[in-house]
């Protein structure tokens, strides 16, 4: 699984931008499932949400450093963990100084 | 029409209907007898009609043959009967009374009877490729000489073939119904699959034969048009695959020439492109983007939409690669990752492509080393030129080898 940690790009860039990085993301995901190595992925908005905290508090929006929040995730099929930091070296998300792509993966599949 | 031509010609229209109606009346373990009398109705015309000419209303004649013939199997085999009898409980059709069984050959119970016999052979308990040559045998009243030769097969393997599925069908108690609404998704996928696949072998066929070729593209569409035809399976994803078949089926006119050698999309004539196709596809990818099931179909109907604007510009590429960034989600395919790869050189840049085409890596796709001849071309002409050789000793089809060699000759010039 490739985590993607960045800002909230709709709070830092113009919708025009917004819509490059899209591109450039759906281009990067196109090119790992043209590889027959793409399983499933999905965005995680920053609107809307929460964190419940221990006490069952909830308050709004991610929380840590802004940087550090979770943006989305793929899931690929790699046959080692250095073919999946390939892959997660082409994000587009890793533009962004300070943005980074987490590599993990599945305990069971 | 003279009698030579009018009984081929009705066997086609006619043999699938007769067909369809018995077997639904009988249930799907007496599938042969319906077959049979189907075929001994078609006999019968060419005994009769030689001698005595060709009926006011060959079709009406055809049909009463067919119910009398049906009426004379039941009465003649008891045993036959009763089983039918037995079948027909809890049906409208209800009777007890071999002389009450009625062969209703309305044009409302033909239509009827053909979707619910899609339904039943289109079943996930039947190998794909039986299923379509099932649907060839008795839905498009292909003779199984046609369908050997659509296959690139034999008589043998495909009467093999079929015996089997017929088996299964009898064996799996294969109701012919229209799945209810739970089930209907499901089971619709199988019937989608198989047309889809129907239409492909028309449409990629490797048959000299061109008629027939057209003919299998032809069938396939006209069972979609079944399903839209029927309230309960007028569905998002059957328009959709409808709207594909026919933005492909405009090009049939331009995608060959008078020696039937392929013509390569680029330097197809797109007057001769049929624009009333292309215009009924619109119609009904338009009607397909309803709900919010987004399918395969969906996707590739749109590209095959895309297809239809000859002139190249930014968003026609743009609109094709990112269409097959999602199809290849949806699904991946090795032809799905090469169009991609194609569409990335023509919205970006060839030599991004070509970095994602390396990657790839469909070492035993000719098809492969043409898109990678493609890329280098203009960029490194030697590394095209070699590429192109490794597709021409790969490629499989006569029409194949000689659309590389054509590549290689425009290289050199």
Do not use: M, P, S, T
């Given at each position: 699984m490739l985590i993607f940690r960045h800002q909230d790009g709709t709070k830092i860039a113009s919708p025009e931008q917004i819509q490059i990085w899209m591109k450039q993301t759906m281009d990067w995901i196109g090119g790992i499932a043209a590889q027959n190595k793409f399983v499933e992925g999905n965005g995680l908005p920053f609107d809307d949400a929460k964190v419940v905290w221990s006490n069952k508090v909830v308050t709004n929006g991610p929380f840590g450093e802004v940087k550090e929040t979770l943006g989305g995730f793929i899931v690929v099929k790699a046959d080692s963990v250095e073919e999946a930091v390939e892959f997660a070296k082409g994000s587009p998300v890793l533009q962004g100084e300070g943005n980074s792509v987490e590599v993990r993966k599945f305990s069971r599949h | 029409m003279s009698q030579q031509e009018l009984i081929p010609h009705l066997f086609r229209s006619e043999f699938r209907k007769i067909a369809a109606v018995l077997c639904k009346t009988f249930g799907i373990e007496h599938i042969e007898v319906a077959e049979d009398i189907a075929g001994e109705t078609f006999l019968s015309a060419l005994e009769t009609w030689t001698y005595k000419g060709i009926p006011e209303n060959p079709t009406a004649w055809l049909y009463t043959v067919a119910k009398n013939k049906a009426k004379n199997y039941l009465q003649r085999n008891k045993v036959f009967a009763e089983k039918v009898t037995n079948h027909l409980k809890n049906s409208p059709l209800e009777t007890n009374d071999v002389e009450e069984i009625a062969i209703d050959l309305s044009n409302q119970n033909i239509k009827d009877s053909q979707l619910q016999m899609l339904f039943a052979i289109c079943h996930p308990s039947i190998s794909t490729e039986s299923q379509i040559a099932l649907a060839l045998r008795?839905?498009?009243?292909?003779g199984i000489p046609e369908i050997a030769n659509a296959f690139l097969s034999n008589k043998e393997t495909i009467n093999k073939r079929l015996l089997r599925a017929k088996e299964k069908l009898r064996a799996e108690k294969i109701e012919i119904s229209i799945p209810n609404e739970r089930e209907i998704e499901q089971r619709l996928e199988t019937v989608l699959t198989t047309l889809y696949l129907l239409f492909n072998e028309g449409y990629y066929s490797e048959t000299e034969d061109k008629v027939l070729r057209e003919d299998l593209c032809a069938e396939a569409m006209r069972l979609t048009e079944l399903l839209m035809e029927n309230e309960s399976t007028d569905l998002p994803t059957v328009n959709a695959l409808y709207a594909l078949m026919c933005f492909h089926a405009s090009r049939f006119p331009a995608r060959k020439d008078e020696d039937g050698n392929m013509i390569l999309y680029r330097d197809q004539d797109e007057s001769l492109w049929d624009q009333q196709l292309i215009a009924k596809g619109a119609y009904h990818l338009k009607k397909a983007s309803t709900g919010s099931k987004l399918s395969k179909y969906h996707i590739e109907a749109n590209i095959a939409f895309w297809h239809t604007v000859k002139t190249d510009t930014k968003e026609k590429w743009e609109n094709i690669l990112q269409l097959h960034n999602i199809l290849l989600q949806i699904e991946y395919s090795p032809i799905a990752a090469l169009n991609r790869t194609y569409a990335l050189a023509m919205a970006n840049s060839k030599e991004e492509a070509i970095a994602e085409a390396e990657k790839?890596?469909?070492?035993?796709?000719p098809y492969y080393y043409t898109l990678l001849g493609e890329l280098y071309t203009g960029i490194d002409n030697k590394k095209a030129g070699s590429n192109f050789e490794t597709a021409l000793e790969l490629a499989k089809t006569s029409a194949d080898k000689e659309a590389i060699k054509e590549k290689i000759r425009r290289l050199l010039h």
């Open positions: - | 008795i839905l498009c009243g292909f790839l890596q469909l070492k035993d796709n």
